[in-house]
Structures are given as C-alpha cells and as structure tokens.
C-alpha cells in the first residue's frame, strides 16, 4: 500500500541484507530512495526494487563527512545501518559505529529530516563492558541521541532469511567439517525474521513510532545456542557431533585468526558476545518497545528456515530423510 505523502529517503548501507528489504518496502509505499553505499557500481541490483529511477545508488562512505552531508541533502527521512563485525584497516568499530553514526545523525539534522532511524544489535547494553563492539553500538547510541534526540534506535538479535549470516554460515561449516564447534552452548539467542525487522524500521521512518526510544527487536522463539546448532542441522539434514568448545580455548582459536591475511570466521571479540544472553529485555517488554508493541506479529523460525536451508543437504531439496550418524560423518 502506497504511502500518502511519499518521502525522499536516504538508506545508508541500504545495498545490503537488511538493506535490500528495507529498500523494498520503502518502493512499495512509493517513498523516493537514495541508497548511500561506498561503491555504488556493486550496488545496481537495488534498482529494480523499485520502479524506473525511483530507487538510486549513490556513493558515500559515512567516515566522510561531505560525502554523507551530500546523500542526505533534501531528504526527509534518513536511515542507518552500517555496522561491521570487525576491525579492519581504516573501518574501525570506534570509526563506523560511533563517529560515522554522529556524522550521519549530526547531517541529517543539518538537513532538516524529519526522522532519523539506527541500527544497533540486541543486548549491546549487556555485553559492552566485556566486548569493544557491543560498547562501540552502545556509544553509538548515545551519539545519534546527542545529535538527533527524536531517532530510533533499533535492537535487532541475530537475523534470519535468505542470505542471513548465520545460518547460512553454521550450515555450510555443518556441510563441510566432521564436527560442529560449539562455544557457549547455553547462552540464549531470539533469532529475528528479517522482513519483520524491515517493516519494524519502516514504520519508525514513517514517524508511526514514539521517538527518542530504543527498540529491542525479538522473534517469538528464544533458543541456546546449542539448540540453533541442533536446529539448523535437523533442516540441512546433517548429524555432525557437537564439539564443545570453552571460551578460553575458543578466544586462543581467535586469536591466532585474527593474523591470518583474510577475514577471520571468528573473532576474540565475537568470542566474548558468545557469553551473553541475546534476548529482549524485560524493560522492554514492559514498555512496549518490541514487535508487539509495534503491532507486528513475528515470523518463527519454523517458517523459514525450511525454504533455504535445503541448499545444505547431501543432495539439496530431493533429500528427505535424516543421515544416520556414521554415514554422514563420512559424507561431503
């Protein structure tokens, strides 16, 4: 359903996973959107999520400040959600997470938008005092209020859909290895349908939302981790051994990644995450400040899942039994 009073957007990393879907909505409604991103010639397939040159790439890199004040010229509403999952050369946590979010908040009030709209991640809160992400998002936080008081800030827990990250990676390592590493195996995740965490930040765009409020964003089924491993192997029709691994041992592993020339699968400091509950907050709850206080009825894994996660099996969707533990132990 188009919108009444479309609106120009600025979508910062809007090329990406959440990006896309958020983009898609956007279009639907009729909104005009810009899609800021450091390299808009890998960003053409957002085009076509709109209609003829209503959804257009256009270059920025948020630790410019000129390049940001140009994407969010004239727009009314503007969005983030650059985040990186490491440090890496001049893309910094305290870089993209803190001084890129003042930048994008301090321009968009320079600009005149009406709504501003950040993406964090769930239990940041939590889990700042023993992770330099988590406290990076958290100070991030407070910059984007400093800047622009009326923002959304959005929580979402780790993400599901097609082309999610997690996964689609604990699927490919159940693929490829005998055993499955676990680390941390009891602590509590409330895996989020990414469609829901699009229409979640549509709606804030839109000014449907109270501002100057965090949002923690939850699915309806909270689950170890253990369990999500248990999980995503029932779907990918694997039996790998779970391999328990203690957070010690599992932040020496790390480390010794962490020197090796390409991006490491696992980080001393996604090691540390591991350790905290990623649920949403009782506060939360309690004020509202979740899908259901937003109206949304969160999607459960059970629907989903099923319908990428076949990609993982022996011989794709035509397998339809489960392995016995010894002969996909010696399965590819």
Do not use: C
């Amino acid at each position: 359903m188009e919108s009444l009073d479309p609106k120009l957007v600025t979508v910062f990393g809007g090329s990406g996973f959440v990006g896309t879907q958020i983009v898609q909505l956007l279009a639907a409604k009729g909104h005009r959107i810009r899609v800021a991103v450091r390299q808009p010639n890998l960003a053409g397939h957002v085009r076509p999520l709109g209609t003829v040159g209503q959804v257009v790439p256009l270059q920025a890199n948020i630790r410019n400040r000129a390049s940001v004040e140009r994407a969010v010229a004239g727009a009314d509403i503007v969005i983030n959600l650059v985040g990186i999952g490491a440090n890496r050369g001049a893309q910094t946590f305290e870089a993209v997470h803190v001084d890129g979010a003042r930048t994008i908040a301090e321009a968009a009030r320079a600009a005149g938008a009406s709504a501003l709209v950040h993406m964090s991640a769930l239990g940041v809160d939590k889990a700042a005092e023993i992770s330099a992400y988590a406290a990076s998002k958290l100070a991030g936080e407070a910059a984007v209020f400093e800047a622009f008081p009326k923002a959304v800030v959005m929580r979402p827990s780790i993400l599901f859909g097609q082309g999610d990250g997690f996964f689609n990676l604990m699927a490919g390592l159940a693929r490829m290895f005998p055993v499955m590493p676990l680390i941390g195996g009891d602590t509590k995740f409330q895996p989020a349908y990414v469609a829901d965490v699009a229409e979640a930040f549509v709606l804030a765009a839109e000014g449907q939302l109270k501002t100057g409020k965090v949002y923690e964003l939850g699915g309806p089924q909270v689950e170890t981790h253990r369990a999500l491993l248990e999980r995503i192997q029932r779907e990918a029709l694997r039996n790998r051994p779970l391999l328990p691994l203690s957070f010690g041992v599992a932040k020496m592993l790390a480390s010794v990644m962490a020197i090796l020339p390409f991006p490491p699968l696992l980080t001393v400091d996604q090691v540390a995450l591991l350790s905290v509950d990623n649920v949403v907050s009782a506060a939360a709850i309690k004020e509202k400040r979740t899908f259901a206080g937003m109206g949304i009825v969160p999607t459960a894994m059970d629907t989903i899942l099923p319908t990428y996660l076949w990609r993982f099996r022996k011989h794709g969707q035509f397998d339809k039994t489960l392995p016995s533990p010894a002969s996909d132990a010696s399965s590819a």
